[in-house]
């Protein structure tokens, strides 16, 4: 088992950067990927970005791509997501996930076993 917790969320104008750490906990030497999704008001939770926790490779969401990026130090068990140039639409609760199960896609969510509280992400136009 393991345990996420997410901080970094905020208020930013449109433009901004904030930063995003996933604190994890626990059985994490045996976990295949870490992830952020987000979830707006009345809509479906979606995929960001994540990352292989061995190997590195990685996956985004494409409205995403070139302005956001996802690294881990493993040293700290802990996954980042630097968020620049935020947009209105990038508003939403931010979540870390992670998961054990090798192979599929990173940007399955039904994949990942365990999730943080989350966190609030507000850009202001």
């Known amino acids: 088992q393991v345990q996420l917790v997410e901080s970094g969320g905020g208020l930013v104008q449109a433009g901004g950067s904030l930063r995003l750490s996933c604190a994890a906990s626990?059985?994490?030497?045996?976990?295949?990927?870490m992830g952020w999704f987000r979830q707006a008001p009345g809509k479906e939770r979606e995929f960001v970005a994540a990352?292989?926790?061995?190997?590195?490779?990685?996956d985004y969401l494409d409205s995403v791509k070139g302005r956001f990026t996802i690294s881990s130090d493993y040293a700290k068990n802990t996954v980042y997501l630097q968020m620049n140039s935020l947009e209105p639409t990038d508003t939403a609760v931010y979540s870390c996930?992670?998961?054990?199960?090798?192979?599929?896609?990173?940007?399955?969510?039904?994949?990942?076993?365990?999730w943080g509280q989350g966190t609030q992400v507000t850009v202001s136009s």
């Open positions: 990352i292989r926790w061995y190997g590195g490779r990685t």
């Open positions: 996930a992670a998961r054990y199960p090798p192979g599929g896609r990173l940007s399955e969510g039904k994949l990942y076993e365990y």
């Open positions: 626990g059985r994490t030497a045996s976990m295949y990927a």
